[in-house]
């Protein structure tokens, strides 16, 4: 026992500290460096995602080098922590550290990056706060950890920085401020090694992207996955339900899926993951009935297990220490639990026809998981669960659904890097819709989607303005389980919100086909602005407000132009939502030419309008030369091999060119190559009027596509 | 370098699991128990502190056997970090952790103990995350670390308790609870060791003498310290203080200390340390000026060190890694450091008459101190140095106080565990009345004073009501440096001021003898409610509500009973704040007759009042058998030697008995024996009149004392 106590003792001396050395850097995709500093851990977020790099992905980037500042990155192991410093300059912005509800400008930020409900403020525990940021200088930072990290996102300053802030007396000097400049991002990882991944551009959507594709690209969900969706009071039984999807066919508003919330298993809180007899008598048929009626079952669960759950013993040695709700934890890193959890789910769900869930609890908060001193069987510290607990729910789910070759698209309340291309939207109990927007924005950063789901609403107005908001984001849910609202209970926007429900429906072929290029290029189909070029809000907007002190403080000029409430929906829209209480609001428009989306008018360019476009329009802004290909109003998305028919609109006067992604929509063959990309083009004619075409499909690629009518918004008129 | 990294490796996968073994314990002091689970690290706030228990003062508790509860404590190594354990029983209720704002009763809550500013919820995060609590069962624990401790009071539950709480449907049954019931306390330590101390009673006021006498007693003021301060505007000059301190003179308020805010520096923010020429020219005659008002001189100063202070350059090489505000860090736990800096402030302000020092921002927040990536000469982490920090800067200041043979009495804005007998007083920026009086009670549980200062006030009411509270506190100040308020500033209040004002000087003598039984036996001299033998509001209170769950949860029953607006003052007495806006308020009363303050009249045993005292009276009540010695309404403390009369106050109709403490009032001869205690007795003569006494003073003790007049409050009327 001395032995290994000199052992340690020794152990920690020799590693109070190492020299501030610069990294040995090694490009392990396109673009993309790795860097060791001390002794990683084995377990990280990659390694427990097991995500595999889109190489095709990084073929369709520009070439890059080893970024400059590359040798001015330093890691250091000293008090058994790794601290990472990468240097920033002036003016320069970072975006990301994972799905922040309230600032898309990360500068100047102290962030502890832990998985955890959000509590109401950006203190960087939330649902996904994934160590990754973006600099609006076109290069990125990864750290693998699956450790709580602190972030000092451009805060502190070091006596011997080269740049650093001078010293001022507040007594007499009105400049002093409190927080002075700071020239680096500095990473606390306690642990006593990292590796830390420094991400090329040239541009930031460039490092998005390749961010994205390392972590093996976003995912592809199924076609249905983006009509609409409903969830149910919790006490539902199979015939309520089943009339449910009949009343939504009957009053004419889309369904593709519906929820169960926990009252469909037998116990909830812990889960038993067994359907409750006296509510759901046959699963299996309604399951199919369900289908028949082109609706998809969605279950929610959390994934602790109840004593009364039939694998309850054959989990309790796989499970952790401690309890959540009296449940046991299974240990998810461990195969045996992985599997043992997976069977129960494919068994008894996903084998009659269930199509996705909903993961509750995974994220926190504090009071319901497992405490920090909780162990595992595996090893794996209580910790490293929390921060991962999320991504392996999703992997045990969305694999399988992959032994059965049908994709999922569900909900998750956590996830973390390396998961970016399971088919999770995340969601949460705020219920705040400014910050739902901000958090769909700074989802575009940290690789995930995020639902601004629509649950009740205290007026009609607010109603709408969440179902527009909702209708331009990755899942158009009404979670109105616990509110009973329907689409049309409030009868004075019952039309506008069917009006926009459809909407979503027809432009099922645009978002298919940006979640493709999310998948197979890395974009992000909801993004901030500032991966939009020519964005400027500082030159396009005359009203925006100057700090006096902007030549003091780089930062605060930074600040004073943060956009948090607009956003890029796909390639060509600008999605400006309006709020309850808004009659008007500005909207700042990149350089470039831009027109009403709903009328093909021009209205701006590089510029900040002044809109008021009463309550039956959320403002949407369309690129010169944009094509957006949608579909007729359905009531369901398209199922495999079901035509559908194309109205192909142009906006503005540029040529344009669209590539249209097409496959069957539901398996994962476009795995194998069963896809097919098409090309659409609008180009000017001699006599001057633009004219419309589209490029045959490949041989034995899927097209599923009917009739193509073309519809120019702004001429030809 | 492959060897080192073996043993890192070695080390850490040792390290992975230890069995989660009971301790060793062994006595330290008294009833004081210590255990140690792995390898403690030898930087620990004790270590820090260095402070000597107080070794007679144990002589004077219950002789005590090691808790039963020794036994099932455990301590874990795992993952590099400690975790403890140390059960509940149901009812059980426990307190401290530090000094909370919002809460008393501490079980179930979540804790990261971090010094830092309060941010406006008990987080954790405050003045003084002192790592010490005591249970309702007459038991404490301490943990000696000077790291960031996770602190579950009671919540999480192991899944192999024996205790553990039973799994319920949240479908279908009621009871079901977000929380269920935990049966421990677990504290994770980011260390692979740990120092824990085991706190005998019997009873929790036991636990915390015993707490304090370990940590060196409390402190022992100089007598001036009790009276009253004010802190002047930061601009003021020598002049414009004087005028101050002469205004108050012919104002009639009293007035023993007058505090300098950061324009006495030369810079400030950083600091330099040296007087502003302009304002303070002779800084040496200033000084002398202000002693022969009688008003001492109190200096605000933050640690960090300006470029243009003259020790800059010298303590260069001795200061951390980051700034603070543009200025270097000294490296306090660098003996250099510590000497550089005591050097300067005793030439300069200690050696020339100056006080005492109101040293801010040694807590927080993470904006402005140095990040937890800043390394120290000394090898300390940045973590143990914020942890530590509030100790040093008292250490250093006291020590040199100390070496003149002279106390002070100043304001700190840190604190931990072992600075117990520093004498500062905690204070923030937080300015909640209520909060304020809910750390006062937390400050008697944690070695640590609090004072409920008063600012500004919206309104005479609030300036009153602020006024009467901080009457009756470790420190009577008005800081009202930046809204420049008066005592008179209010004129319809401005006499109530007065009278309360001269109460503090009145009550001077109580006080005192009150802070020396800190001292000298470690009770706090403002304390909780808990702490009072027959405290118990749920059977004086008809009219508190009642939880309808009492049955499942006793966590829920503990906390209906939460008394957070009412305290212990020394003694003998129960205050109970009013707060701006109350007309009545709630009194809940021990067991025992009560009587009022000012009447003498008889108010209740074990129940709850419902007061309405009107705005000239906060409700104060006294023990019956009760003796309070008060003095003359002096406008200045006593100085040494100078004699000050007595009337000792009587209250009730059971004998009474008290010891009344006297010493020089200003220097450490007290250490050396150079004090005395007198007994105080009133007894019921043989015609049922009761009659007081006091004793002689022995031999070759200080006696200050003149005139004695005896005043009987209930009786003899």
């Keep these: 026992m001395n032995f290994i106590r000199l052992i340690v003792i020794l152990a920690c001396a020799l590693n109070v500290v190492t020299a501030n050395a610069a990294i040995d850097w090694h490009e392990v995709v396109p673009g993309v460096w790795k860097g060791i500093v001390g002794t990683p851990e084995d377990y990280s977020l990659l390694s427990v995602a097991d995500c595999k790099p889109n190489l095709d992905g990084f073929s369709r980037l520009p070439q890059v080098g080893l970024p400059a500042l590359a040798d001015k990155i330093t890691g250091t192991v000293s008090d058994g922590k790794t601290s990472l410093s990468i240097p ?28 955890d409900h959000f509590g109401g403020k950006d203190t960087g525990r939330n649902h996904a706060p994934v160590p990754f940021y973006v600099s609006s200088a076109g290069y990125g930072i990864f750290v693998n950890s699956a450790r709580y990290l602190t972030v000092y996102a451009g805060s502190g300053a070091r006596k011997d920085s080269p740049d650093a802030p001078v010293a001022k ?240 698209f569900g909900l998750v309340r956590a996830s973390n890097a390396g998961g970016n291309s399971y088919p999770y939207v995340l969601y949460n109990d705020n219920y705040n819709h400014e910050d739902f927007i901000t958090a769909l924005i700074n989802s575009g950063f940290c690789g995930v989607l995020w639902t601004p789901e629509v649950r009740g609403s205290k007026s009609s107005e607010e109603w709408l303005r969440r179902i527009q908001s909702v209708v331009f984001s990755p899942m158009a849910m009404i979670n109105a389980w616990s509110s ?13 919100v069917k009006e926009y429900s459809l909407l979503r429906m027809r432009m099922m072929p645009y978002w298919y086909s940006e979640f493709a ?42 600040v004073s132009k943060e956009i948090k409430d607009q956003y890029m929906a796909g390639e060509y829209l600008l999605v400006a939502p309006m709020f309850a209480g808004q009659t008007s609001r500005k ?63 142009h906006y503005g006067k540029k040529d344009g060119h669209y590539r249209l992604y097409d496959d069957d929509g539901e398996t994962f063959d476009y795995e194998k190559g069963d896809y097919a990309w098409r090309d659409i083009k609008v180009e000017r004619q ?19 596509i009917g009739k193509v009518t073309w519809r120019f918004m702004t001429e030809n008129k």
């Excluded at 009973?484 to 506008?496: I, M, Y």
């Excluded at 633009?690 to 499909?697: A, F, H, N, R, T």
């Design 88 to 115: 920033l300059v002036k003016n320069e912005q970072i975006y990301g550290f994972g799905l922040n509800f309230q600032n898309v400008h990360q500068r100047g930020k102290i962030l502890n990056l832990h998985v």
């Design 169 to 408: 007396d507040r007594n007499t000097d009105r400049s002093w401020t409190s927080r002075p400049y700071s020239d680096a991002v500095s990473v606390l990882v306690p642990a006593p090694g990292a590796e830390i991944y420094l991400i090329a551009g040239p541009t930031p959507m460039d490092v998005v992207r390749r961010y994205n594709l390392l972590c093996g690209g976003g995912p592809l969900p199924p076609r249905w996955g983006l009509g609409f969706t409903q969830r149910t009071p919790t006490k539902y039984s199979a015939d309520k339900v089943k009339n449910e999807a009949d009343e939504f066919e009957r009053m004419g508003y889309p369904l593709d899926f519906i929820g169960l919330e926990p009252g469909w298993q037998s116990k909830a809180y812990p889960c038993t993951f067994e359907w409750d007899s006296t509510r759901f008598a046959d699963p299996q048929a309604f399951v199919a009935d369900m289908l028949a009626r082109k609706v998809r079952v969605n279950l929610w669960t959390n994934p602790y297990v109840s004593p009364d759950s039939k694998i309850y013993n054959e989990m309790y040695p796989l499970s952790g220490s401690h309890t959540v709700w009296c449940g046991i934890v299974p240990d998810l890193a461990d195969e045996n639990a992985r599997r043992l959890w997976q069977d129960k789910l494919d068994r008894e769900h996903i084998g009659i026809g269930v199509s996705g869930y909903k993961i509750d609890e995974v994220d926190g908060y504090d009071f319901y998981l497992w405490p920090d001193v909780a162990t595992f069987p595996s090893g794996v510290s209580a910790e490293q669960m929390r921060q991962t607990y999320g991504l392996w729910v999703q992997k045990v789910t969305d694999d399988a659904f992959r032994k059965r070759n049908t994709r999922t």
């Design 484 to 496: 009973g609202t329907k689409p049309w209970s409030f009868p004075d926007v019952a039309e506008q």
């Design 517 to 558: 290029r999310y998948h197979f290029d890395g974009i992000p189909p909801f993004r901030a602005m500032n991966l939009e070029p020519g964005f400027n809000p500082e030159t396009a907007a005359s009203t925006v407000m100057k700090s006096t002190s902007l030549d003091d403080d780089p930062y605060l000029e930074a």
């Design 587 to 649: 909207v700042v428009l990149p350089a470039g030419d831009w027109y009403d989306f709903y009328t093909g008018e021009y209205v701006g360019n590089a510029r900040t309008l002044e809109v008021t476009p009463g309550l039956d329009r959320i403002p949407v802004y369309v690129k010169d030369g944009a094509i957006i290909p949608m579909t007729d109003p359905l009531l369901h998305a398209p199922t495999k091999g079901e035509k559908y028919n194309l109205e192909i609109r």
């Design 686 to 704: 001699k006599n001057g009027m633009l004219k419309g075409s589209i490029s045959k499909v490949e041989k034995n690629k899927p097209n599923n």
